[in-house]
């Protein structure tokens, strides 16, 4: 596609739910992150996919968090029994070749745990 | 973990002004990179530096990157409404892969 493309932008969930995050990175680029960012906040690394490489998981903050990129392209972030602090927008990033390229970035999808 | 901080965490100047945000890390870097965020969304790629070069330029932004000291800065020259925005920084350490991203500074251009 001509970007990177999240879905669903908004989710409203009730806590205890588990929610899934869709991230559609750009054709043929083999690095996808997955970032977290609170209101005014930084961005809070959460996982790297590289290629065929094991991903760097060492950014989910507990295992209610997990994520899956299959075929080397599409993604999805999986938060069970969801909490009020996860409340939050989750950004998706993709690259070429990761490491040294640019990120481009999703719209994010903002996520709210009554 | 956070690598980048940058400072200040917010600047307000008038338009046509301009503008320099300072980004430090701390462990040695393969490459430094500056981002703008719009609205709490997406973030827009603005420039790499490399820990190899000192200065780049593109348009009106100017990035220095000082390794010695371990920081960066980011100058938009000539301010305009349009550059309000959020800007972070964000760096790959040497012998990792992932990207990681400061607190960002918030500016804002006043007509």
């Known amino acids: 596609g001509a970007g990177v493309s999240q879905s669903p932008s908004n989710k409203v969930t009730e806590k205890g739910k588990d929610v899934e995050l869709r991230c559609d990175p750009i054709s043929g680029h083999t690095a996808l992150y997955w970032y977290r960012q609170s209101l005014g906040q930084g961005l809070e690394f959460l996982i790297y996919f590289q290629g065929n490489s094991a991903p760097d998981k060492s950014g989910l903050p507990s295992d209610r968090f997990s994520a899956e990129r299959t075929g080397g392209s599409v993604s999805t972030l999986t938060i069970q029994r969801t909490q009020q602090e996860d409340s939050a927008v989750y950004l998706c990033?993709?690259?070429?070749?990761?490491?040294?390229?640019?990120?481009?970035f999703g719209s994010g999808t903002q996520l709210s745990v009554l | 973990s956070q690598q980048g901080e940058e400072d200040p965490q917010a600047l307000s100047i008038q338009e046509g002004e301009n503008a320099t945000m300072n980004c430090s890390y701390k462990t040695s870097i393969n490459n430094l990179q500056w981002y703008r965020q719009n609205s709490g969304r997406g973030l827009v790629h603005l420039i790499l530096?490399?820990?190899?070069?000192r200065e780049k330029h593109s348009g009106r932004l100017r990035v220095t990157l000082d390794t010695s000291k371990k920081s960066s800065s980011l100058l938009i020259t000539a301010s305009r409404a349009a550059d309000t925005a959020s800007y972070f920084c964000?760096?790959?350490?040497?012998?990792?892969?992932?990207?990681?991203f400061g607190q960002g500074t918030r500016l804002t251009i006043n007509p």
């Open positions: 530096i490399r820990s190899n070069e």
């Open positions: 964000a760096t790959i350490n040497q012998g990792a892969q992932k990207l990681v």
């Open positions: 990033a993709s690259s070429f070749r990761g490491r040294e390229e640019k990120l481009f």
